[in-house]
């Protein structure tokens, strides 16, 4: 940073439809670092900002599940592509948000770019590994075909700031979801410059819908919410996890139950992500002349 | 033309009907502790025989019973040897078949034709399916050594008493879990036969639990501790009780819930074929299918002649005695089943729809309704969003193939849907855009070991058969 000039701080705004709002309540909070040094203002989402979050991702629905499992790898592709260009920009804010070493947040970035990467190789495989033709006693073609599950909400771990929050919504993005995640509470500048990635990546706005604030306070509303289908706890408070659970039973949504402790994301994940937020359809048609 | 038929009853005998059953316990029939239950033979109101119960003591004993199996026995033996058992018994519900099927009408009420031509053979098939897979689980595509879970809570539903016994169990038993099985109040007889079987397969003491009890029976089998998996077909309702009680533990939770089938007839359709695709997707059962085909959305140019064909075909259904070869549709499998039926077929008249009704002859005795049809039925009737679960189909119109769609995916279900069309690219593109589980294109209520089954939204989650259906029962 230079001396002679002060810097152009940046506004931390809410991700919503592609465009990037404040919370409508007009709420912010206090953003610090792992020292307690004020980083940021980030918009406080309320109730209101999380409904209009799952309106977008529901008016994005359509078109993202029923765009090409091909054009869906590209612009996975792409967000990986940006995200490399701003790799320094992101290991500063991962240091800043977690208090990690430079060659931590190094890894930490890097892994987080290749997981774009490897979930963009995901999109046009799904359909032959998890699906197929199955052989009935009968005269039928019948096969099974991988179809996402509709809206997902995300709420993101609140330990790691990047490559958490980039392991939870690209698994949901690559098998032709839409998402509301709202992001680590305490840690949540990473988000909202990944939007500025996410926004300038081909995808399609309303595909990835990015909430900042207190996840206590959006998640109950989130998951009682009707156009939801489903709900990842993975950084739900302890506390509020059961209760959570049971609202969603209220719409039989699928529940992504939250890890015991947060997992080492550095870790090449499988396919499990991407399995529990696909449904699978079976089509059955006679054979005959 | 009317064709007459004389009568051509099969043998109540033949059901080998005891005077009292009870419940499967750690390998034994033992008393159970609940109120003991008379069951009812739906078509003439006559008690068959009394069933024990269990209470929620027998309910723990049967877990723990379950849970020494699993750790003793089970999970610990080979798949190859697991197989063999399952393979067992699936030559066993085969040489027993005409007994179950029999058995099954009895109690349930569905005519004979379909239990022994779908019933039983398809719960033969699903052992004989799954037992393949017991020792090839490593590749089934979820790792190299997937493990089983423990003990499957599963409570199972009327409609299909031997058969859905038979979607829960095999895949249970072939990934190496144990299980506690709850049938339905109404339709114990069949499970409790196939417990028999279990037994003359030797299969080890503990390994099938079968518990015939109430609802409450069932809410205590899922909600107890040492439970694993918890596996439930039945109402939404209930479902949504189950996946509350389920919250905030680590039990793996599949449901198979309701359903509000759309089967949609575009112009191009092959007529007949569709009229008799239409007839068994809701008559089938007597409507008793929770992917019964209950909405028929016809596009508008041809919705006057396809429901005057399907009205003059409706009218042919032999409704009657469910022991009698030549009956189409059976008995509603309850009075309380047939009291829901008439309520919310009431409903539909008082909504404004045009009811239309077989002039088929109905028994004096037992719980029958006539094949029933409503027109100008509009979407916002509870006709045409609420499962009615008996022989009532709500037919609306539709002039676009994107109209038929939103109508059909305007329920919170999605479970099942047909299309019928002799459109290549059109069938492709409705199945596509249907959010259902299953569709049946130009055919409809089909069922296979090999093809899996379950729904979207609020018909549940997890899928039953094949490759898919394993992950139910698997640690991954």
Not at chain 1, 227 to 252: F, I, K, Q, Y
Request: charged share 20%.
């Amino acid at each position: 940073m230079s001396d002679e000039r002060l810097a152009v701080a940046k506004t931390y705004k809410l991700y919503i439809g592609g465009k990037f709002p404040r919370s409508e309540s007009g709420r912010s909070y206090p953003v610090v670092d792992h020292r307690g040094a004020f980083l940021a203002n980030a918009s406080q989402a309320s109730r209101k900002d999380a409904r209009e979050a799952v309106a977008a991702a529901r008016k994005a629905f359509p078109g993202w599940s029923a765009a090409t499992a091909y054009n869906r790898g590209q612009v996975l592709y792409r967000v990986a592509e940006m995200l490399e260009g701003r790799r320094d920009q992101f290991i500063h804010e991962v240091m800043d948000a977690e208090g990690v070493a430079q060659r931590r947040a190094q890894l930490l970035v890097d892994t987080a770019i290749d997981r774009w990467v490897w979930y963009a190789g995901w999109t046009d495989k799904l359909a032959t590994v998890l699906g197929g033709a199955n052989p009935v006693a009968g005269p039928y073609f019948n096969f099974s075909v991988p179809e996402p599950t509709g809206v997902v909400a995300v709420l993101a771990p609140q330990v790691s700031s990047l490559l958490g929050l980039v392991s939870v919504i690209a698994p949901v993005i690559a098998g032709g979801n839409t998402c509301v995640v709202v992001a680590g509470q305490n840690r949540p500048l990473p988000s909202v410059t990944l939007s500025e990635v996410l926004a300038t990546s081909d995808l399609p706005g309303g595909v990835l819908n990015v909430l900042t604030g207190r996840t206590a306070e959006l998640a109950p509303w989130l998951a009682a919410h009707a156009e939801v289908n489903a709900l990842d706890l993975c950084g739900a408070p302890e506390s509020l996890r059961r209760d959570l659970e049971v609202t969603a039973a209220g719409t039989v949504k699928r529940v992504l139950r939250a890890p015991v402790a947060e997992p080492e994301w550095t870790i090449t994940p499988d396919i499990r992500r991407l399995r529990a937020l696909l449904e699978l359809k079976t089509v059955w048609h006679p054979v005959g002349t | 033309m009317t064709f007459e038929y004389a009568p051509a009853p099969e043998s109540r005998d033949i059901a080998a009907l005891k005077p009292s059953y009870r419940m499967f316990l750690d390998g034994e029939f033992v008393e159970g502790t609940g109120e003991p239950l008379k069951t009812l033979n739906p078509a003439t109101e006559e008690v068959l025989t009394e069933v024990s119960t269990a209470s929620i003591a027998d309910v723990d004993k049967a877990v723990k019973a379950a849970h020494r199996a699993y750790d003793r026995v089970w999970s610990r033996m080979p798949g190859s040897e697991r197989a063999k058992y399952l393979f067992r018994i699936a030559r066993m519900i085969q040489e027993r078949s005409r007994e179950l099927a029999v058995l099954e009408t009895l109690d349930n009420g569905k005519p004979i034709k379909e239990s022994r031509d779908v019933d039983v053979p398809l719960a033969a098939a699903h052992f004989f399916h799954h037992a393949g897979w017991a020792d090839k689980l490593a590749y089934a595509g979820y790792g190299p050594d997937p493990r089983p879970l423990g003990v499957a809570a599963q409570v199972i539903p009327w409609n299909f008493p031997l058969l859905m016994a038979a979607w829960k169990i095999a895949p249970a038993l072939a990934c190496g879990n144990t299980v506690v099985l709850k049938p339905a109040e109404t339709t114990p007889l069949t499970a409790l036969v196939l417990a028999e079987i279990c037994q003359q397969a030797d299969l080890p003491p503990g390994v099938v639990n079968i518990l015939p009890g109430a609802g409450e029976i069932g809410a205590e089998l899922v909600a107890h501790p040492e439970v694993h998996k918890v596996a439930f077909t039945g109402s939404t309702e209930v479902g949504k009780q189950i996946q509350e009680t389920v919250a905030g533990t680590a039990k793996k939770l599949t449901l198979e819930l309701g359903g509000k089938a759309a089967n949609i007839v575009f112009d191009d359709a092959a007529l007949d074929q569709a009229v008799e695709g239409i007839v068994n997707g809701i008559f089938f059962n007597q409507g008793h299918v929770c992917c019964a085909g209950s909405r028929l959305l016809v596009q508008e140019s041809i919705a006057e002649e396809l429901l005057e064909r399907l009205q003059a075909r409706i009218g042919t259904l032999r409704v009657g005695d469910p022991m009698d070869k030549n009956t189409d549709v059976g008995a509603i499998n309850s009075a309380a089943q047939l009291a829901r039926i008439r309520e919310l077929t009431e409903i539909g008249d008082a909504e404004g729809a045009v009811r239309w009704t077989s002039s088929c002859p109905l028994p004096d005795k037992g719980y029958f309704f006539a094949p029933t049809v409503f027109s100008e039925v509009q979407q916002a009737m509870r006709i045409a969003q609420e499962e009615i679960f008996g022989p009532v189909l709500s037919v609306l119109t539709f002039r676009t193939p994107e109209e038929a769609i939103k109508k059909a995916n305007n329920t919170p279900y999605g479970l099942s849907a047909g299309v019928w069309s002799e459109k290549g690219s059109r069938i492709l593109w409705a199945t596509q855009q249907l959010r259902a589980g299953v569709v049946w294109a130009n055919t409809f209520n089909r069922f296979d070991p090999v093809s899996p089954f379950g729904g979207y939204q609020e018909s549940g989650f997890g899928r039953e058969g094949g490759r898919a259906g394993l992950e139910a029962y698997l640690n991954v």
